[in-house]
């Protein structure tokens, strides 16, 4: 095994954990929020939190430094317009995930005050939820293009 093939596994590796992570927590919080339930919602949310906190944050944060490394290894310069793309969707996909961390605790903490006063979730996790969603879409978005330009390498 090469040191390029060993580094590529761990690049591709922390993709897949970012996606992975991403969507296994988008089915989780949208099943939690169609229950209704709040301690539902406020147990899965703190899961939630935790996994974006220990996977996807671990990943995101690894990214760089592997793709850095494939570069230098393969001579690949930043002049590269697939790499050029993939580097500005990877900033759009940070400015949409670092503000659904903050959405997500919050909307973990209004499920647990209503679950613990046996109450109805307040409007503002409704309108978090509704924000958190949105802000999915173009992150996740972002994301499944720089695998595809990972990949096809178009331009």
Not at 29 to 47: E, Q, V
Not at 66 to 72: F, K, R, V
Not at 109 to 115: C, G, V
Request: aromatic share 14%.
């Amino acid at each position: 095994m090469t040191l390029y093939f060993l580094v590529k596994y761990l690049h591709v590796l922390g993709a897949i954990v970012i996606l992975g992570t991403g969507s296994g927590i988008a089915f989780f919080m949208l099943m939690a929020h169609h229950s209704g339930d709040a301690g539902f919602i406020a147990r899965t949310a703190t899961t939630v939190v935790i996994a974006d906190m220990v996977f996807t944050l671990t990943a995101v944060l690894l990214q760089p430094l592997t793709g850095g490394w494939l570069m230098m290894l393969s001579a690949t310069g930043f002049t590269e317009r697939w790499l050029m793309a993939s580097l500005g969707l990877y900033a759009v996909a940070g400015l949409f995930w670092v503000p659904v961390i903050f959405m997500q605790i919050e909307m973990r903490d209004l499920a647990r005050m209503a679950a613990n006063q046996s109450g109805p979730l307040p409007l503002r996790y409704f309108s978090l939820f509704r924000r958190w969603c949105l802000f999915g879409i173009p992150g996740f978005g972002s994301v499944m293009i720089i695998l595809w330009l990972m990949i096809a390498k178009p331009f």
